[in-house]
């Protein structure tokens, strides 16, 4: 048995297949999760760069933990919905590049975390980031809206 | 209501989206972009009210709230432009109708919210927790817009009610 075989006889798929609403409600959990994880994240490295800078960088602490529960959420129902059509994702440039964006986007929210310890600006308030923190905060920004924007174009973009 | 449909449909704008590749999917793109500028203010303003942020004042936190009423633009107007795009499609929807509601919905409890707790909540030290009834309208808001999201996403799924 091949791997899309086996993900489409895995009893997440045919649950997937079989209740009219488990899609629906997986795809608008998808949507949620998305929410929460891109919104905080676009919140965070806008207050690295500058903006709203009288709020402290440790506040930010708690909404991490909103950001990890989005995450989390989102892989769960991400996996959720590749199991309905494996080998239409499989083959999909536009997915993967999609997947490329999210983990060099949470790759980079590591980095925000170890530039700002690094540079003890982690617990200051009104002090202006470092330089390459700031580098950083943009191009996560930049690596989220990208995924945004993969991410709906897998429903444009026909492959084969 | 058939008749503003009608002209929504026939109009140059309705037209322009149909005629277009694009522009549907440069809307949605946009939209979720807005929908998460949005939450995420949404969840630091609600978090903090809530008492899960320590540390900040509330007027310092507040400093996210204009983008919060630019992300709700960004949807307001591309969600303009999907219903020109296809009114016959949304204004029957239940989706959509409720999405709608709830919406407004968001609306009152942002104007309660405006009268009720934002002007003593200025003079809150970063230490002071919010009252029981900032702490109601903070998680009214959250879950109010979970729903939101969760409504548009549905309505491709509830054309013809349930």
């Known amino acids: ?29 998808h949507a949620v999760g998305m929410s ?29 933990i909103a950001t990890w529960f989005g995450a989390i959420l989102n892989f769960l129902s991400g996996v959720a919905l590749f199991t309905v059509d494996p080998e239409h994702f499989l083959y999909h440039p536009i997915f993967w590049t999609k997947i490329g964006l999210v983990i060099a986007g949470l790759l980079f929210v590591y980095l925000l975390l170890r530039e700002l310890k690094a540079s003890g600006q982690d617990t200051s308030e009104r002090i202006e980031s470092s330089r390459k923190a ?17 991410g709906r174009l897998i429903a444009y973009v026909e492959v084969n | 209501m058939v008749d503003v449909l009608f002209w929504m449909e026939t109009s140059a704008l309705g037209q322009l989206m149909r005629d277009s590749v694009w522009l549907f999917p440069a809307a949605e793109i946009l939209h979720f972009v807005g929908l998460s500028l949005l939450m995420g203010s949404v969840i630091i303003v ?54 709608f509601f709830l919406i407004v919905l968001a609306g009152l409890n942002a104007l309660w919210f405006k009268l ?3 002007p003593d909540s200025l003079k809150m030290s970063a ?32 054309e013809d009610g349930i």
């Open chain 1, 1 to 29: 048995m091949n791997f899309v075989e086996w993900v489409e006889n895995s009893s997440l798929s045919l649950w997937m297949a079989d209740s009219i609403w488990a899609y629906p409600i997986v795809l608008a959990t």
């Open chain 1, 36 to 64: 929460i994880v891109v919104g905080t994240i676009i919140i965070i490295d806008l207050r690295v760069l500058g903006y709203a800078s009288q709020v402290r960088l440790t506040s930010f602490n708690n909404v991490l």
């Open chain 1, 134 to 150: 700031k580098t950083i905060a943009s191009l996560s920004m930049l690596l989220w809206l990208g995924a945004i924007v993969a």
């Open chain 2, 46 to 99: 609600d978090l903090r009210l809530l008492g899960c942020i320590e540390q900040v004042t509330l007027q310092a936190v507040y400093k996210f709230l204009p983008l919060a009423l630019i992300g709700f633009s960004i949807n307001l107007l591309t969600g303009v432009l999907f219903c020109f795009t296809d009114p016959f499609r949304y204004y029957p929807n239940f989706a959509f109708r409720i999405k």
């Open chain 2, 116 to 118: 009720a707790v934002y």
């Open chain 2, 127 to 158: 230490h002071e927790n919010a009252g029981p009834v900032a702490k109601l309208v903070a998680l009214s808001s959250l879950l109010i817009w979970i729903a939101v999201i969760v409504m548009g996403r549905m309505i491709p799924y509830l």
